[in-house]
């Protein structure tokens, strides 16, 4: 038999691909790759599932500490946020998650690997462009985007096989990991509706404030008050300190790859405050010209990520410079929680480069004299003076 390797989340897509391509004569190694969001209770669903499906094997594969290490770590140090309010939660998963098959499958020399994609999202962009550049002489089977099925002629499908199973689709589609957790609803396929609370998974229980200081060396997170631990456990470890607040939740509307206008909620709490503490503690930490080229890389870089182009040598040119940018990035950002919101109230750096020595400003200044700021103001305007003098009737 042919070894297929699947692309596998349990739900109705993957488990119609999982049945039908069982029924063809492969052998599916149903595959699962952990970004953050199962439980261990409900792998071992998935795994009877898959099984009771028709897969040959089933594995998840526990990619956390790659997906920071190749991604989100990257998108910190760039303070992505995609139209400057979606911290890139499920794009960023895909990639890593596309990258993690393709290891597997040429490790059991399958010959095809497939996914439950359709043919009207950006998924499929993104799985099919890493297969296709990583493994090109795989094919690539995509059962529900090439057959245009519906839910119910899946469900149809599932049931004549004798998987009396409960399908139903869920109000909310809820698709959580390490860097937020997606929320789609009826709500989202409007332009005027907001989503409700129910549908965002963590609900309002702390109603008083808290304070935390954020530790950073050199750019990255490595603790929360006095724990300290690795970044992704920091990472995981403050998602569950907000979440009693409600943090972190938004709408964002984008261009999707294939170039229709898409809308989708999210609740990204722990991305959102590290990245503005980040922002922070950087905004003291670097140059005036770090900080602006950094921020014409970082859009850029999480443009193309978004895009499905991570594989694009430009972008370890760029995660080259995001990493060297951070060399001073080392600190303290306190941070104070309130319902649905939280605010930053300051940093403690041995590179800080705000000194009073130097001066304070609108205060007083010490590093040059009343003269000097004339003759540096006069020298600062000459261009100006010169553009206006010539061109006096415009």
Same mark, same amino acid.
């Given at each position: 038999?042919?070894?297929?390797?699947?692309?596998y989340?349990?739900?109705?897509?993957?488990?119609?691909?999982?049945?039908?391509?069982?029924?063809?004569?492969y052998?599916?190694?149903?595959?699962?790759?952990?970004?953050?969001?199962?439980s261990?209770?409900?792998?071992?669903?998935?795994e009877?599932?898959?099984?009771?499906?028709?897969a040959?094997?089933?594995?998840?594969?526990?990619?956390?500490?790659?997906?920071?290490?190749?991604i989100?770590?990257?998108?910190?140090?760039?303070?992505?946020?995609?139209?400057?309010?979606?911290?890139?939660?499920?794009?960023?998963?895909?990639?890593?998650?596309?990258?993690?098959?393709?290891?597997?499958?040429?490790?059991?020399?399958?010959?095809?690997?497939?996914?439950?994609?359709?043919?009207?999202?950006?998924?499929?962009?993104?799985f099919?462009?890493?297969?296709?550049?990583?493994?090109?002489?795989?094919?690539?089977?995509?059962?529900?985007?090439?057959?245009?099925?519906?839910?119910?002629q899946?469900?149809?499908?599932l049931?004549?096989?004798?998987?009396?199973?409960?399908?139903?689709k869920?109000?909310?589609?809820?698709?959580?990991?390490?860097?937020?957790?997606? &929320? +789609?609803? /009826?709500?989202?396929?409007?332009?005027?509706?907001?989503?409700? #609370?129910? !549908?965002? @998974?963590?609900q %309002? *229980? =702390?109603?008083?404030s808290?304070?935390?200081?954020?530790?950073?060396?050199?750019?990255?997170?490595?603790?929360?008050?006095?724990?300290?631990?690795?970044?992704?456990?920091?990472?995981?470890?403050?998602?569950?300190?907000?979440?009693?607040?409600?943090?972190?939740?938004?709408?964002? &509307? +984008?261009? /999707?790859?294939?170039?229709?206008?898409?809308r989708?909620?999210f #609740?990204? !709490?722990? @991305?959102?405050? %590290? *990245? =503005?503490?980040?922002?922070?503690?950087e905004?003291?930490?670097?140059?005036?010209?770090?900080?602006?080229?950094?921020?014409?890389?970082?859009?850029?870089?999480?443009?193309?990520?978004?895009?499905?182009?991570?594989?694009?040598?430009v972008?370890?040119?760029?995660?080259?410079?995001?990493?060297?940018?951070?060399?001073?990035?080392?600190?303290?950002?306190?941070?104070?929680?309130?319902?649905?919101r939280?605010?930053l109230?300051?940093?403690?750096?041995?590179?800080?480069?705000?000194?009073?020595?130097?001066?304070?400003?609108?205060?007083?200044?010490?590093?040059?004299?009343?003269?000097?700021?004339?003759?540096?103001?006069?020298?600062?305007?000459?261009?100006?003076?010169?553009?206006?003098?010539?061109?006096k009737?415009?």
């Amino acid at each position: 038999m042919k070894k297929l390797v699947l692309a596998y989340s349990g739900g109705l897509d993957t488990s119609y691909c999982l049945r039908q391509l069982s029924q063809e004569g492969y052998a599916i190694h149903a595959i699962s790759i952990n970004t953050g969001g199962f439980s261990d209770t409900e792998v071992i669903e998935m795994e009877k599932r898959a099984y009771a499906l028709g897969a040959t094997h089933f594995q998840n594969i526990d990619a956390l500490d790659n997906y920071y290490d190749r991604i989100v770590q990257y998108l910190l140090y760039g303070n992505v946020l995609r139209n400057g309010t979606y911290p890139l939660s499920v794009s960023a998963e895909r990639i890593i998650q596309g990258m993690e098959i393709i290891a597997y499958a040429q490790q059991i020399d399958a010959t095809a690997i497939a996914h439950g994609s359709t043919g009207a999202g950006n998924d499929q962009v993104r799985f099919d462009m890493i297969f296709q550049i990583l493994a090109p002489d795989m094919d690539i089977i995509t059962p529900i985007r090439d057959q245009q099925l519906s839910r119910q002629q899946e469900i149809t499908y599932l049931q004549k096989e004798g998987f009396q199973m409960s399908w139903e689709k869920a109000q909310y589609s809820i698709n959580k990991g390490l860097w937020g957790t997606s &929320v +789609g609803g /009826t709500e989202t396929l409007t332009s005027d509706q907001a989503l409700p #609370e129910k !549908a965002y @998974p963590s609900q %309002l *229980i =702390k109603k008083d404030s808290e304070s935390l200081t954020l530790h950073f060396e050199k750019g990255a997170p490595v603790g929360i008050n006095s724990h300290f631990s690795k970044p992704v456990s920091i990472i995981q470890a403050l998602a569950e300190i907000a979440a009693p607040y409600a943090i972190g939740r938004d709408v964002h &509307v +984008g261009d /999707t790859i294939v170039g229709i206008k898409g809308r989708v909620g999210f #609740e990204a !709490a722990a @991305p959102l405050i %590290l *990245i =503005k503490a980040h922002q922070l503690l950087e905004k003291h930490t670097l140059s005036k010209w770090q900080q602006f080229q950094k921020d014409q890389m970082a859009q850029f870089y999480g443009m193309q990520l978004h895009e499905g182009h991570y594989l694009d040598p430009v972008m370890r040119d760029i995660e080259a410079f995001l990493q060297s940018s951070q060399d001073k990035v080392t600190g303290q950002v306190k941070v104070k929680l309130h319902p649905y919101r939280f605010e930053l109230e300051g940093i403690v750096s041995s590179h800080d480069l705000m000194q009073t020595q130097f001066g304070s400003y609108g205060e007083m200044n010490k590093a040059w004299s009343a003269a000097e700021a004339k003759g540096f103001i006069k020298i600062l305007a000459t261009s100006n003076k010169i553009y206006h003098t010539v061109n006096k009737e415009s």
